[in-house]
């Protein structure tokens, strides 16, 4: 009789199958590593929308984060090309997203 195997996580295996679907783009690769080099009030407040040329964009939830991630903006841009690859992302433009009607 053939020894039956214990099930497997869901979780790994739907892990590795989103990194092998996910687009490999500056944006998708800044968007995915956001959390970590944000931080959780950060990244609650603010993500990644587009990027063009190195220009990496950050929609915040009020003008008073744009703010902040301004003034915040070489170390982020650091911790960026850190995790990407260096020179990937060469500046941050913080932007408010307009309020919802």
Known sequence: MASRRTPRRVGSSIGALTDQLAPRT???EAQRAWGQIAGPALAKNAEPTSERG???TITCRSSV??????LMAPELIARLNDKLG???ITALR???ARPRR
């Open 26 to 28: 500056t944006l998708a």
């Open 54 to 56: 190195g220009s990496l």
């Open 65 to 70: 984060w744009a703010q902040e991630l301004d």
């Open 86 to 88: 260096e020179g990937r």
């Open 94 to 96: 913080c932007v408010a």
